[in-house]
């Protein structure tokens, strides 16, 4: 009985010690990521001062850029604090009352930060989407940052992000947590889009839906993965209307009410008619890829 208790403690003082090492491993490559300083190059994005620019802006923040959904309706930042082994992760306070960046960020430090998902003290920023935002146009860009430069300051002071142990293992499964590390910093700057009711501008306008929905629109595995949006999924059975209304009430055809949380609808749901029809136009252009769940009945 001796031999198998010592045996026993050996084998658990060899798994904690092989478990520590992991965990020290973990550590230092995360701490790497989160401290890596980017040295990029900021090119000039003009600011326009004009009204309908403002408003421009205001309309991409409030449905493509989906920055209220986690800077809150007045962006002026919250922290999410989801206990020791996750951590804190404070949203910024995007205006210029205390505690926001808008007192202190110059023209080149917004197009940094929202292009490039890089922060003042040149490290990435967290959980901050730069990597589908450096899609957008340099007038689409400047007009957000005209937008936000007018927000009403808003005093909001917020606590200093944390990562605890179980945040560093999503650092290390998700590359898109710290955006700089994956941009193409030097890559060519976004084309100008011509609006208008055409799978071009649709294209244009649902970059941001690939963050649930991938890359080719067919879903993703997994929480917050998206449903399969190509004409080999459920949204084949809409109509251009169906999809509309969905958008616009969070009830599909179905009668499913959508989650806002896992699905923006509200922030969707402002886009006009005619870029809803856009999008619509693009998601029904892309190749058709089955749901394993159709790919299955389709051979019974």
């Known amino acids: 009985m001796r031999k198998v208790l010592k045996w026993l403690g050996i084998l658990m003082g060899a798994l904690l010690g092989l478990a520590l090492l992991a965990l020290t491993a973990i550590y230092y490559i995360t701490e790497t990521r989160l401290n890596q300083v980017y040295d990029v190059q900021v090119e000039s994005v003009p600011i326009p001062t004009d009204q309908a620019s403002i408003e421009r802006g205001r309309h991409l923040v409030t449905t493509m850029g989906f920055c209220t959904d986690c800077h809150e309706e007045n962006l002026a930042g919250v922290a999410w604090d989801d206990g020791p082994l996750v951590g804190k992760v404070?949203?910024?306070?995007?205006?210029?009352?205390?505690?926001?960046?808008g007192s202190t960020y110059t023209d080149e430090d917004w197009v940094r930060a929202i292009r490039h998902g890089i922060g003042l003290d040149g490290k990435s920023l967290i959980?901050?989407?730069?990597?589908?935002?450096?899609?957008?146009?340099?007038?689409?860009l400047g007009?957000?940052?005209?937008?936000?430069?007018?927000?009403?300051?808003?005093?909001?002071?917020?606590?200093?992000?944390?990562?605890?142990?179980?945040?560093?293992l999503f650092i290390l499964q998700d590359p898109t947590i710290l955006p700089a590390a994956i941009i193409d910093h030097d890559g060519?700057?976004?084309p100008e889009p011509v609006p208008g009711v055409t799978v071009e501008y649709g294209e244009y306008l649902a970059?941001?839906?690939?963050?649930?929905?991938?890359?080719?629109?067919?879903?993703?595995?997994?929480?917050?993965?998206?449903?399969?949006?190509?004409?080999?999924?459920?949204?084949?059975?809409?109509?251009?209307?169906?999809?509309?209304?969905?958008?616009?009430?969070?009830?599909?055809?179905?009668?499913?009410?959508?989650?806002?949380?896992?699905?923006?609808?509200?922030?969707?749901?402002q886009f006009s008619d005619d870029e809803l029809k856009a999008i619509w136009l693009y998601i029904n252009s892309v190749p058709a890829v089955e749901t394993p769940e159709q790919a299955s009945q389709g051979t019974q």
Request: charged share 20%; aromatic share 6%; proline share 9%.
């Open 127 to 140: 959980v901050m989407p730069s990597n589908f935002y450096s899609r957008i146009s340099d007038a689409d």
């Open 207 to 269: 970059t941001v839906c690939t963050i649930c929905h991938g890359e080719d629109l067919a879903g993703e595995e997994g929480a917050g993965g998206g449903m399969n949006l190509t004409p080999g999924g459920n949204l084949a059975n809409w109509t251009e209307d169906d999809f509309i209304r969905s958008v616009r009430t969070g009830v599909t055809p179905e009668g499913e009410t959508l989650d806002p949380e896992m699905m923006p609808w509200k922030s969707i749901g």
């Open 90 to 101: 404070s949203v910024r306070n995007l205006t210029t009352g205390d505690g926001g960046v």
């Open 188 to 190: 060519p700057r976004p």
């Open 143 to 168: 007009a957000i940052i005209a937008y936000l430069k007018q927000l009403p300051p808003v005093d909001n002071e917020l606590p200093t992000t944390t990562i605890g142990p179980m945040a560093r």
